[in-house]
């Protein structure tokens, strides 16, 4: 009876609560399947530097407009797809990694977001645009993330087809088809709205954790693309869940609530998971036998 109360009694007596889990289902839906693709195509560190882009023009928003949803979603998509655009051109015209000019720009970017908004606001909005708060989530900021995620899983099963391939044998995707390099960036353009979405709740610094720790966590457990989605999405909708529990029950914020249980259960993968697992490599299951 008390685990159950513990359990429940957060999201049956308080709206907020609900609403909060509401949005982390959103955010699980939409970010699983491209944290997936993003450690499948090696591009985990990709996802962390565009989640640090997108803070200048979200900055930018709430310098004309405050803590206005709308202006902060424009600009953070604006500053996302700009980053991302100046990364690649760089990388063509001078021969220097994408990689590295990426993290040249995102640096850059984090430095300007915090100067942006510790000139105009105060530490509590500081904080506010670094790390979210998910219990604050409103109706209009919920239906974007929902918004968000219906578009991720809608274009995502357009391009699905191209972008296992790639993942799997890019070589051979550029051979048959020349669908490679649009689906590539049309993937990158799905990063960056999930990375808005996870803005909104769980702030810059940690936008991208509920993409890549639930996608680390399918890796132990799957060798497949679609299960590895499914666990993905689940894990991070649990990570969610008892995130929120264990931040209604105490002092530690919503947030990093949430990723610190993404972050144990990735450590309990990497220890028990039955695809490349530390006990598993021990303890190896028996062979078939002549």
Not at 134 to 163: C, G, H, K, Q
Not at 255 to 267: E, K
């Amino acid at each position: 009876m008390m685990i159950s109360q513990i359990l429940l009694s957060p999201f049956s007596e308080f709206e907020f609560m609900r609403r909060a889990f509401a949005a982390v289902i959103a955010l699980s839906l939409g970010g699983g399947p491209i944290g997936v693709f993003l450690m499948l195509r090696r591009m985990s560190l990709v996802g962390d530097a565009m989640a640090h882009a997108i803070l200048p023009g979200a900055a930018i928003g709430f310098l004309l407009s405050g803590l206005n949803l709308f202006a902060m979603t424009t600009g953070g998509l604006v500053a996302g797809f700009a980053v991302a655009l100046l990364a690649g051109l760089v990388s063509r015209s001078t021969g220097v990694k994408e990689d590295a000019s990426l993290a040249t720009f995102y640096l850059a970017s984090l430095a300007l977001g915090v100067t942006i908004v510790s000139v105009k606001g105060t530490n509590v909005d500081l904080l506010h645009v670094l790390f979210g708060n998910i219990l604050a989530m409103d109706d209009p900021t919920l239906l974007l993330v929902a918004i968000n995620a219906t578009i991720t899983l809608l274009v995502l099963a357009v391009i699905y087809r191209p972008l296992v391939i790639e993942s799997v044998d890019p070589l051979f995707l550029r051979t048959v088809s020349r669908a490679g390099a649009p689906a590539h960036l049309v993937f990158l353009a799905l990063i960056v709205i999930n990375l808005v979405s996870g803005f909104q709740a769980l702030g810059t610094l940690l936008a991208v954790g509920l993409m890549i720790l639930p996608a680390g966590i399918a890796r132990f457990w799957s060798r497949d693309i679609t299960p590895m989605i499914c666990i993905a999405v689940a894990s991070a909708i649990a990570s969610g869940y008892i995130g929120l529990v264990l931040s209604f029950q105490t002092r530690i914020p919503s947030g990093p609530a949430i990723i610190l249980v993404a972050a144990m259960l990735y450590l309990g993968s990497v220890l028990f998971g039955r695809v490349g697992g530390v006990v598993s490599q021990l303890f190896p299951g028996r062979h078939l036998e002549a």
